[in-house]
């Protein structure tokens, strides 16, 4: 079974998650940030991963530390179930239309931890969330699940579409890239024997 459980605790935030690679993309988040939690229920939902996730943090000095640490438990518990990554397709990608918006996602689950963002919002916040939060969610998930990632919005008007179509495309092109493919599934997808 492709399941993990990650605890994190740290003077700022406290966070559990389990997940599950082969669910149905059932979810219960509580981060205590509601866009936050909106954005993980997508990615569960899009990638058929089941999140359960519950965060407590600092949010009476800003949402950083918060959102930051669940990007990078989540991303633990992906590496930590796909384990040595055999049988994974290993790459995936997404075009996302979101009303006036649309944004392209590729991934390579390659163990090689790197972000390309190439994302602008047309304003700073959504409610009371500042727009930059989102590239260090991306950042901190990228590195701790490994994922070479590659997130543009090509264009976009309205920042919570912007938002929203990231992490659906996140959620398309994950579940892609680590899909079991039949025709390899024992094998590691590289000529180097391992990721």
């Excluded at 590496?79 to 390579?108: F, H, N, Q, S, W």
């Excluded at 994302?119 to 701790?144: I, S, T, Y």
């Amino acid at each position: 079974m492709r399941q993990a459980k990650i605890t994190r605790k740290t003077k700022e935030t406290q966070i559990s998650t389990s997940i599950d690679l082969d669910g149905t993309g059932s979810y219960d988040v509580a981060t205590g940030i509601g866009f936050l939690d909106h954005m993980l229920e997508q990615l569960s939902r899009h990638s058929l991963m089941d999140i359960t996730l519950k965060a407590t943090g600092d949010l009476h000095i800003d949402f950083h530390h918060t959102t930051e640490d669940t990007g990078i438990v989540l991303g633990q518990a992906v590496a930590k179930a796909l384990g040595d990554r055999a049988g994974i397709r290993r790459y995936g990608e997404a075009l996302i239309p979101m009303d006036e918006t649309l944004t392209r996602v590729a991934l390579d689950a390659s163990n090689r931890p790197y972000l390309i963002w190439k994302v602008a919002f047309p304003r700073d916040k959504l409610g009371e969330m500042d727009n930059e939060l989102f590239k260090e969610w991306f950042q901190a998930f990228a590195q701790h699940a490994g994922l070479t990632l590659h997130v543009e919005n090509l264009y976009g008007e309205n920042s919570h579409h912007i938002v929203e179509s990231c992490y659906k495309g996140l959620a398309r092109a994950l579940r892609q890239a680590i899909e079991i493919d039949p025709r390899q599934s024992k094998a590691v997808p590289s000529t180097k024997g391992r990721l």
